[in-house]
Structure formats: C-alpha cells, structure tokens
C-alpha cells in the first residue's frame, strides 16, 4: 500500500465516522469535490453545509454536487466557515472538514487566513457533537500557510488538555514543507 495523500486519507478516515442521516460541514467547499463526498456519506436523510467566500468557487461546487445527483443533500453558504454556528444547533454536528489553502492556480487573494481559520475551528469544536470529528488539511509550502498551519496546530494541541483525541499526518522527505492532515475527535 503506499502512503496515501492527506485529502485522501481525510476521506478513509471520514468515511467510517459518518453515518446516514448525520448532519456534517464542509468548511471550505472549493470545486466541491469533498462536498460531494460528504453528501454521498451521509445518504438521503442526511445534510452537509457548505462554506466558501468565492462566488466562483461555490458555483463551481453546486454544479459538481447537482451532476453527482445530491442537490438536495446540500446547503450552501456564500460567506465565511467563520459564521458556521448561524446555521447549525452547538453539538449536532457529527463532522467538520477543512481543507486550507487556496484553490490550484486560483486567486491567491482567496487562501484562508490564519485569524479567520481559527475563529471558525472555535465555532466547529462547538458544533460537533461528543465523537465527532475535525479533520484539517493545512499546506506549509507558502508563508501564510506555514503561520496558519503552525497555528491550527497550536490550536489542536490545545484541545487534547479538553480530552480531545487528536493526531497529525504527513508524508517525508518532500523538497517544501509538506502538506499535513490533523484529525481530531471531541472527546
Ligand atoms: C483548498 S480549497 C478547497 C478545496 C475543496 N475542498 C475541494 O474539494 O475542491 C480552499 C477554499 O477555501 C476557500 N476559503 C478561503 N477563505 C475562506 C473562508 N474564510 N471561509 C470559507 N471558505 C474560504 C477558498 O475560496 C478556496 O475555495
């Protein structure tokens, strides 16, 4: 088996803690593939929300989500994951998915920004339920990224002290800093 990427092992992960009809958030929709995901976890009964600031982006995600035949699965919100608590009750939610960065060969004004990721992360450790689960991809390759990640980081260690079970993937012996998944379960 070789080493998976850490979007995908986010997914492996993901999969076996989402069950039908769970209510989950995708925090940063981008082209929408890992809404889809997320929408074909939680089946019919289920609901994901979706977050992104780019109008582009969304739109892009909508039309990936209807030609997957999960529309209705689906809400989709235009605005910042740091407003996430406006549209779900505190603890029921059974999963919240980051994936940090900016969209490949996109607008590198639109990469998520270190203060706004952890107002959100605050508002998703409140959101999930006991049990649920947090995964973050964060990309240390560019400077904001390298301070957002060292910070998510930061902010993750933190929360084992609250009984959190949390742990961190990434691949060695890569050229740049490597791209790294944290995932964390609300103890
Ligand atoms: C790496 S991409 C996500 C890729 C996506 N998960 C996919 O499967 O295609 C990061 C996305 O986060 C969005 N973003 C940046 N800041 C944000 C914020 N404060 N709230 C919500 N989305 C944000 C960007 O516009 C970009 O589309």
Redesign the pocket.
Known sequence: MTPPRPTELAHTILHDAIREGDRVI??????????VFLAECVGAAGKVLA????EQ?LEIARRTVAAAGFSERVEFHLT???RMAEHAERGSVAVVMF?????PG?DHA????AE?TLA?LDSAAELLHTGGVLTVVCYPGHPEGAREGARVEEWAHARTEEGWRVAKYAMLGTLRPAPFLLIARKG
Do not use: M
């Open positions: 995708d925090a940063t929709a981008g082209n929408g593939h890992d809404t977050y992104d600031l780019q982006a910042s994951h740091a994936n940090l960065g900016y969209l996109d639109f990469t998520t920004r706004e959100a």
